[in-house]
């Protein structure tokens, strides 16, 4: 079966710039959740979303956001950019559980110049 | 709130040879705890997980993990490293609360070098 799919790829933004970041999940999964990921900071949990609601969140401005559609589909948005959201956006989504295996996109690497 | 320690960013062995990557965590209730491994310009795959039961966990690649709950660790292992094993290891834990999967805390990673 067709596994996450994160879009686009590669995307170069300037500060100040808004970017909206698009992910599909495994059939039949609901749970949607995002990370950023930096050389300084790591992994770093965004949000969570499961059935169109958010279940969790972590800490960044609320210049990160998202949402989840009805199909589970996702998109995170980052308004003003800064130089320092420059990062790979990894995508994961897991069906519904606790301690069930996420399964992770190949990711959005956002530069901002 | 919940932790995890990997320690040593880098470490190089001979291919062959007994990989051990180190992870600590700190969890007020009893953790779900995965080993996930990242190759370049690649999104995350799942290693192996501990839920509840056997806590010695075995996964895929020949890996396998011990949870050790009076040490708070869980190392992973692999007798015999392979140069194909070369990439980065992240120690992750979550609550796993309510109906989703809640959300991973991660540790910075542990890169993996293997000579031939």
């Known amino acids: 079966k067709a596994g996450v799919t994160q879009t686009p790829r590669y995307l170069i933004k300037t500060r100040g710039q808004q970017v909206t970041l698009s992910c599909s999940p495994i059939s039949g999964h609901r749970s949607v959740s995002w990370y950023q990921q930096t050389p300084g900071q790591g992994l770093q949990f965004l949000f969570e979303?499961?059935?169109?609601?958010?279940?969790n969140k972590g800490n960044f401005p609320g210049r990160f956001s998202g949402r989840q559609f009805s199909n589970s589909r996702s998109e995170m948005n980052v308004s003003t950019l800064e130089l320092g959201d420059s990062a790979l956006y990894l995508c994961?989504?897991?069906?519904?559980?606790?301690?069930?295996?996420?399964?992770f996109g190949q990711g959005t690497r956002l530069t901002v110049v | 709130a919940q932790s995890v320690t990997q320690l040593g960013s880098h470490v190089s062995v001979s291919e062959g040879a007994l990989v051990l990557l180190r992870c600590n965590y700190s969890s007020s209730v009893p953790p779900y705890l995965f080993w996930y491994v990242q190759y370049p310009n690649q999104g995350l795959q799942l290693l192996l997980k501990?839920?509840?039961?056997?806590?010695l966990v075995k996964g895929i690649n020949g890996f396998e993990a011990e949870f050790k709950k009076s040490e708070t660790s869980f190392h992973l292992t692999k007798p015999s490293a392979h140069m194909s094993d070369a990439a980065e290891y992240f120690c992750?834990?979550?609550?796993?609360?309510?109906?989703?999967?809640?959300?991973?805390?991660f540790g910075k990673g542990t890169k993996l070098s293997v000579k031939p």
């Open positions: 992750a834990v979550s609550e796993g609360y309510g109906g989703s999967q809640g959300n991973l805390i």
């Open positions: 501990y839920t509840t039961g056997a806590t």
């Open positions: 979303y499961f059935s169109e609601t958010q279940r």
């Open positions: 994961a989504s897991s069906l519904a559980g606790s301690g069930t295996e996420a399964f």
